[in-house]
């Protein structure tokens, strides 16, 4: 009996009460082991760390050859914008609609696609430096740009007490190495103290409530996040996780990482923006934009030992400045700008607590607390970038940035790499020699210091430009383009000059292009229809080709080619020449052929002016003939009584045509841009100029107009009184539409659609057309409405003139030619339409390849974002090119080119370019010598430049243009003509014949596009 109530004792007599206690021991168990475990888990991250790496590890990408069905690319975040990541997919539209194909991308894992889905950050190693590179055709680096300019290459480099003051502010345990696994995306502590902080809020609106964040995700934050900021409770999370899953995505040990964020949030800090620099991000870049503080010499200073004296000052300086930006990134637009005072306060708070915490001894504290924050004066001292030198990447970065729709500034700063045709140790060979033409006695040694060439007194002031392009089976590479300015600006492209007489060699092409054309019609009659053809009574171009098919035993194309370079035209300057709507006068460069009679050929081998002013009239009167719907013929018989019916008829057909032209001409521009264009294309003249304006701009006032004179004119700005009789005369009342066109030497109708545009800039094509019809009968009708009827003719010819130059301007923008119109007068044979070297290049091209026109290629390849999960590569479509010459035309014009180095006014280039055979290359080209001045009254004034210029072909392959140039009044007192390019050509000869070998070791790698 005692045995059984002890036994009851013990276990008590209803069962249920035993098993609650337990049930109760073994929950106590579990919450405190569950706790510790829990603790164990805030501390080591242990678990977190084999979870998720094994679920970072099936976020993998790989690059694929073409386009991919499984990428996602980034929607916002200021480190995924400024990388051009989010403009992927614009870029990608562009570039294929530029004749690009994409060559590769990258294809995500089924796992990363559903995370990217989720609107989370892709996890890889994100660069904390990157820029456009531009590589040469040898993959040799010609430009490179990194962004931010200054940083720690590695966690090593970073001084420690620059680490640690940064920790101590923000992350105090992120570097704990006795926690190999740690999570580093979450502080548990400070998570708690925020989220309770932010229910403290909710009870008193002001409460200070500390930050959760660590430095993991802050920079998921200021890298990825809309705008850089967390906006809500969800945001925050999604950094948290992108963080976590970022951190382990090699694996459960998580230092390296660590020691990477340290190394990436000094690199990359956000720090406001200063004017002429940018945006600022980096410690490195911070110290030198906000303080002027040199990054290496303040990283020498705080790795190095406290010292005494001047030298401790100088390392409390650095540390005061370091640990104000650590504390400025907060709110870097305020801290820097207008909240100086604060942000001192508070980094001298902090450089009390960093010596308390034993970080920094009480000296260097001393030393930091002791000098004020010295900011730069951006105002006198902007932290201005250093210029970049290189034409030939200025071309390509500008050429590149409309391509992709972005500025140069954007661009600089994308993750991109632009692969170029540019040949780098040529392009810095021919760099380095024009650059030294400015040497006298390096010109004098290259014999370019002479009559008509060179003075060594005014060397600096004469710059030179030059472009090599090689012609390929995918197109023409441009190899070299450069000149010797420093502007941004490039000659090559971004020019307008008078090149003087290189429009010859745009003559002849149209010249002969018209004998094939007349070729191709009438070549096939025989001798009683030849003979039945009507022929203009002014068509003389017409009348010869038939008497020389009547009459020629070989009636072939390229016997008829050569046959109408043996013409003859007159070389006197005795004779007026009615264009332009005035009488003008031309004269030869030498007086010597004023007496001859030459050919076309020996005209071209000389630059004879006056034998191609002649061709360009007989080119002119043929096109008034031909030109489809011209009123010409009409107008030979001043007595048919269907004039007036065949004039209305024909004037709304034929004003359409124009109205549409001019349409295409000046569509898509500002209103600003669309007055521009139209002034390019008149002589600069007071008359002329009030005309237009007054028309344009009714309700100005006379001081409008003369301030718009005074930006056209410049120095031969009328008197006010004579501004003031101009006003007047040119009122809007004064004029009618066709009579104003005729002063302004516009065609009436081009004047009109732009003062309609911007009038309606919103307006159609149709309303246009619809608003215009009685102004397009208006400028035919008037035409006989005068009653002299010589003062009738002449303006019947000034209009026809004005039509026949835009079915010339036709054809030579099928060549290349660049502007969207030509000066209707026949000094145009002259060079007075202007040109670009590049463009005149582009020309040579289509007569080196047989009539086709290559595309012009200066970027073959590009790829963005390598190496991450946005990778993506594009390579320049091969194109056929476009036959737009006849193969004899240009047959005939390469001849008659190599004429005029071989006994012509390139003579001097004979024989200079021999290959390591002993062969010659064949050589051909055409002189230009330009000077552009003002012209007031009919005469010459104000120099605005002066231009020798030579394009040429070296051999079956080469081809280009040099210019030496003088800008400005001083140009006047230069007499150089184009004998010095050809020199400068010659003397270069050593630098390029090693590239122009066949198969040269120097020669650029094959295109992949």
């Not at 002479?450 to 392009?469: C, I, K, Q």
């Not at 718009?708 to 009184?721: M, T, V």
């Amino acid at each position: 009996m005692p045995a059984r109530r002890g036994l009851r004792r013990f276990f008590p007599s209803h069962p249920f009460r035993l098993f609650g206690a337990m049930l109760f021991v073994l929950v106590l168990v579990a919450l405190v082991a569950g706790g510790v475990l829990f603790a164990h888990e805030l501390h080591s991250s242990r678990l977190q760390a084999r979870e998720i790496s094994r679920f970072a590890a099936t976020l993998d990408y790989r690059r694929v050859a073409g386009r991919s069905d499984a990428v996602r690319y980034p929607a916002h975040g200021p480190f995924d914008q400024r990388l051009g990541y989010t403009e992927l997919p614009d870029f990608i539209e562009r570039l294929q609609a530029r004749g690009f194909d994409l060559a590769a991308q990258t294809r995500f894992s089924a796992a990363l696609i559903d995370y990217a889905d989720r609107g989370l950050f892709p996890p890889y190693r994100e660069k904390t430096r990157a820029g456009l590179d531009v590589l040469d055709c040898r993959a040799g680096v010609l430009y490179d740009f990194r962004y931010p300019y200054r940083g720690y290459a590695d966690f090593a480099d970073v001084p420690p007490v620059v680490a640690q003051a940064l920790l101590f502010i923000e992350n105090r345990d992120l570097l704990d190495d006795s926690r190999p696994t740690l999570n580093p995306a979450v502080d548990w502590v400070r998570f708690a103290r925020a989220a309770a902080a932010q229910l403290g809020r909710m009870v008193k609106d002001d409460l200070d409530a500390p930050g959760g964040s660590t430095l993991a995700t802050q920079i998921e934050k200021y890298r990825h996040s809309p705008d850089g900021i967390t906006y809500d409770a969800r945001e925050k999370l999604r950094q948290m996780v992108s963080a976590s899953v970022r951190a382990y995505r090699e694996g459960e040990q998580t230092l390296p990482a660590r020691r990477r964020l340290v190394l990436d949030y000094l690199n990359t800090v956000p720090l406001s923006a200063a004017p002429g620099h940018g945006e600022v991000n980096g410690l490195g870049d911070g110290l030198w934009v906000w303080f002027g503080a040199d990054f290496e010499r303040a990283n020498a200073l705080l790795s190095a030992p406290p010292g005494q004296g001047g030298s401790l000052q100088a390392q409390g300086l650095a540390l005061r400045q370091v640990v104000a930006l650590m504390i400025a990134h907060r709110r870097p637009s305020w801290y820097l700008a207008r909240g100086r005072d604060e942000l001192a306060r508070t980094t001298d708070a902090y450089l009390r607590l960093l010596a308390e915490a034993g970080t920094i001894d009480t000296a260097l504290r001393d030393a930091a607390l002791s000098q004020p924050l010295p900011f730069r004066d951006l105002a006198a001292n902007p932290a201005l970038l250093p210029a970049r030198s290189g034409k030939g990447t200025t071309a390509v970065r500008t050429r590149l940035a409309v391509m992709l729709g972005t500025s140069l500034y954007s661009l600089d700063r994308l993750d991109a790499q632009a692969g170029t045709t540019l040949h780098g140790g040529l392009q810095q060979a021919v760099g380095d020699y024009l650059g030294s033409l400015s040497d006298a006695a390096f010109a004098r040694s290259q014999g370019l210091i002479g009559e008509r060439m060179l003075n060594p007194a005014t060397l600096g002031a004469v710059h030179y430009s030059f472009t090599l392009v090689e012609r390929t089976p995918g197109g023409n590479r441009v190899r070299v383009q450069t000149d010797t300015t420093d502007q941004p600006l490039d000659i090559n492209e971004g020019s307008k000059l008078e090149l003087g007489s290189t429009a010859k060699l745009r003559v002849l092409a149209t010249y002969l292009e018209i004998v094939a054309e007349l070729h191709g019609r009438l070549a096939e009659l025989d001798m009683p229809a030849l003979r039945q053809v009507e022929v203009a009574r002014q068509d003389n171009l017409t009348r010869w080709a038939i008497d020389h098919l009547a009459t020629a035993a070989d009636r072939s194309l390229p016997a008829m080619l050569e046959a109408a370079l043996e013409r003859r035209f007159s070389a006197s300057p005795g004779e007026g020449f009615f264009t332009g709507g005035g009488l003008h006068r031309f004269g030869n460069f030498n007086r010597s052929d004023d007496a001859r009679m030459p050919t076309l050929r020996e005209a071209l081998q000389a630059s004879i002016n006056l034998p191609f002013v002649r061709l360009m009239r007989e080119i002119v009167r043929h096109t008034m003939y031909q030109v489809p719907g011209s009123t010409a013929q009409l107008l030979e018989d001043a007595e048919d009584p269907r004039r007036t019916e065949y004039l209305a008829r024909f004037a709304d057909r034929e004003g359409q045509v124009f109205l549409r032209r001019f349409w295409r001409k000046y569509q898509g521009l500002a209103a600003e841009d669309m007055r521009a264009l139209l002034l390019d294309g008149l002589r600069p003249g007071a008359e002329r100029l009030a005309a237009v304006f007054r028309y344009l701009e009714p309700e100005a006032p006379p001081e409008a107009l003369a301030a718009f004179l005074g930006q056209r004119l410049g120095d031969a700005l009328p008197a006010e009184s004579r501004i003031a009789q101009l006003y007047g005369r040119y009122a809007p009342e004064a004029f009618d539409l066709p009579d104003r066109g005729y002063v302004a030497r516009l065609h009436p109708l081009e004047l009109w659609l732009v003062g309609y545009r911007m009038r309606s800039p919103q307006a159609s094509l149709s309303e246009a057309i619809a608003a215009s019809a009685d102004e397009r009968q208006a400028v035919y009708r008037w035409l006989f409405r005068t009653r002299s009827r010589s003062a009738q003719d002449s303006r019947i010819f000034t209009m026809l003139e004005v039509e026949a130059f835009l079915d010339i301007h036709r054809r030579w923008a099928r060549l290349g030619y660049p502007f969207g119109h030509l000066v209707p007068s026949l000094a145009t044979a002259l060079g007075s339409s202007g040109d670009r070297p590049a463009a005149l290049a582009e020309l040579m091209g289509i007569i080196v390849n047989d009539g086709v026109r290559l595309p012009m290629q200066r970027i073959d390849r590009l790829r963005f974002a390598a190496d991450t999960p946005y990778e993506t590569a594009f390579a320049l479509r091969p194109e056929a090119g476009e036959a737009v010459m006849a193969p004899e035309v240009a047959a005939a014009l390469r001849n008659a080119l190599s004429d005029v180095v071989e006994s012509g006014t390139a003579r001097r280039l004979a024989g200079s370019f021999r290959l390591a055979d002993g062969s010659e290359l064949a050589l051909g080209g055409k002189t230009g010598t330009g000077d552009n001045r003002i012209v007031i009254g009919g005469r010459a004034g104000m120099a605005l430049n002066r231009t020798a210029t030579f394009v040429f072909y070296l051999g079956p392959r080469h081809f280009g243009t040099l210019t030496a140039y003088v800008t400005g009044p001083g140009a006047a007192a230069y007499r150089f003509t184009s004998a010095l390019p050809v020199q400068i050509l010659k003397s270069m000869a050593p630098v390029l014949v090693p590239h122009l070998e066949p198969g040269a070791e120097l020669a650029c790698l094959p295109s992949t596009g």
